[in-house]
């Protein structure tokens, strides 16, 4: 059963820090993973979304990065600012039609100004 | 990106009570449909997975009498909690997928609280 680890569980980070978070899974048979934030009681929002054939995605200041063969992605943030605290979940999907994505547990991230 | 959306947004109601939590994908066709939950500062849990016509799939650990699943059109799924207790509060997203999309479209989300 595939199992996604998030680490560390929070972060606080002074303005301006680059950071990387980290996620890992257990089955490396995966078809995409994928990063999302979370606001507090709030739904999720889709950050990258890298295919199992990828190595990486960017979308201005974030930059994910799939080694899926070690079953590992990373979450680059640059010049992290206030508004970018929030949950950030790293989910993946198997590589079988019809299958959901499997969540991490997240990490906590808290921007100081 | 598609649009998924959720109804209610959140709701109350007394223990004992049924409710209805509807999913609908509001600008394409969404053969397979999940429900998740959430508890405070816990991550989305998969409960159950559901294709258009057919019966939903239970993750391990889920009543299916109790978490009834209806996806009976291309475009809306409902999830009933039936007869709900304090322990059912959570936030529940349901997400959808179409068959010409890789990814996996969440809605906001709906906080049930049992009183």
């Known amino acids: 059963k595939q199992e996604v680890t998030q680490i560390p569980a929070a972060l606080s980070v002074p303005e301006g820090e680059n950071l990387v978070l980290n996620c890992s899974f257990t089955?490396?048979?995966?078809?995409?993973l994928q990063w999302f934030r979370q606001d507090p009681g709030k739904g999720l929002t889709s950050l990258l979304l890298?295919?199992?054939?990828?190595r990486e995605q960017t979308s201005g200041r974030l930059n994910a990065s799939l080694d899926k063969s070690s079953g590992r992605s990373t979450l680059y943030i640059a010049a992290s600012q206030p508004g970018d605290s929030a949950t950030y979940l790293c989910?993946?999907?198997?590589?079988?039609?019809?299958?959901?994505?499997?969540f991490g547990k997240g990490t906590t991230l808290s921007v100081s100004s | 990106g598609a649009v998924v959306s959720q109804h209610p947004s959140w709701v109350i109601c007394k223990s004992g009570t049924s409710v209805k939590i509807e999913c609908r994908s509001l600008?394409?066709?969404?053969?397979?449909m999940f429900w998740y939950r959430q508890f405070p500062k816990q991550s989305l849990m998969l409960m159950a997975t559901?294709?258009?016509?057919?019966?939903?799939?239970?993750e391990q650990g889920v009543e299916k009498d109790k978490f009834l699943i209806n996806h009976a059109s291309l475009t809306l799924s409902t999830l009933t909690v039936t007869s709900a207790h304090p322990e059912d509060s959570s936030f529940y997203i349901c997400?959808?997928?179409?068959?010409?999309?890789?990814?996996?479209?969440f809605g906001p989300g709906t906080r049930l609280t049992v009183l």
């Open positions: 890298i295919q199992s054939s990828q």
């Open positions: 600008d394409f066709q969404a053969t397979t």
């Open positions: 559901s294709n258009e016509g057919s019966k939903a799939t239970y």
């Open positions: 089955d490396s048979a995966i078809y995409n």
């Open positions: 997400s959808a997928r179409a068959w010409t999309y890789n990814e996996q479209f």
């Open positions: 989910a993946v999907r198997a590589n079988q039609a019809g299958t959901a994505l499997i």
